[in-house]
């Protein structure tokens, strides 16, 4: 099944403690992305990746990284996770760069930061 | 599960009526609009794309219109049914960007 797997679905942590979450796509998309999802707000990106080792930042990258070793993961690294990134975490890929077809989304990544 | 807000618009249909969703969009420089569909606990799916040369595309069930002179989206779904419940919220791309606007959404409740 074509899918966008991410992990942890959950996750509660304590300020400054680094974290990873991973995604992972079986579709061989080149284009992925990280978004949040906060109540009242859209969809605002974090970062994106149009291939492998190519990166770059989208509206809200403060307080995060991105890599992309390979075309089929792009985890999300929070160094020092401050409570301002408590929220609601989506990885999406899509064949085409410009998003034509829409994104797939992950089931998201539910991160609590205390 | 995960809720995507608690403030959003609740649009509260009786089953097998029509449903009609809506979506302001706010650059006149955008060409191209998703509308997707996130139930609770999942993320969102595509539903139906339209480009900006276009002003009406059906799929089964749903129809999308394009209003560009108001900057105006609407959804269209027929015959709803229970499982058509969840948050829809429409997407814009701005024309020569990889950049995506997203819409905050509107929960639909089907009714039975």
């Known amino acids: 099944e074509a899918q966008v797997t991410q992990n942890p679905r959950y996750l509660i942590t304590v300020t400054g403690k680094k974290l990873t979450v991973t995604c992972s796509q079986n579709?061989?998309?080149?284009?992925m992305s990280w978004y949040r999802q906060d109540p009242g707000l859209g969809l605002r990106q974090i970062y994106y990746s149009m291939n492998v080792e190519v990166t770059d930042k989208g509206d809200v990258p403060e307080g995060y990284k991105v890599s992309r070793k390979e075309k089929r993961n792009f985890p999300l690294i929070l160094e020092s996770p401050s409570p301002n990134q408590t929220s609601l975490y989506f990885c999406a890929s899509s064949l085409s760069r410009t998003g034509l077809g829409g994104y797939t989304f992950g089931s998201g990544t539910r991160l609590t930061v205390v | 599960g995960e809720s995507v807000g608690l403030h959003l618009p609740t649009l509260s249909v009786q089953e097998g009526d029509n449903s009609i969703i809506n979506c302001a969009y706010s650059?006149?420089?955008?060409?191209?609009f998703i509308w997707y569909k996130q139930e609770s606990g999942k993320g969102p799916q595509f539903i139906i794309d339209i480009r900006s040369n276009m002003d009406k595309r059906q799929g089964q069930r749903v129809t999308v219109l394009l209003n560009k002179t108001v900057k105006h989206l609407s959804l269209q779904i027929a015959a709803t049914q229970p499982g058509d419940s969840a948050v829809y919220f429409c997407?814009?791309?701005?024309?020569?960007?990889?950049?995506?606007?997203f819409g905050t959404g509107t929960r639909l409740k089907v009714l039975a």
């Open positions: 997407a814009e791309n701005i024309s020569g960007t990889y950049k995506y606007i």
């Open positions: 579709m061989n998309h080149e284009y």
């Open positions: 650059n006149s420089a955008s060409d191209y």
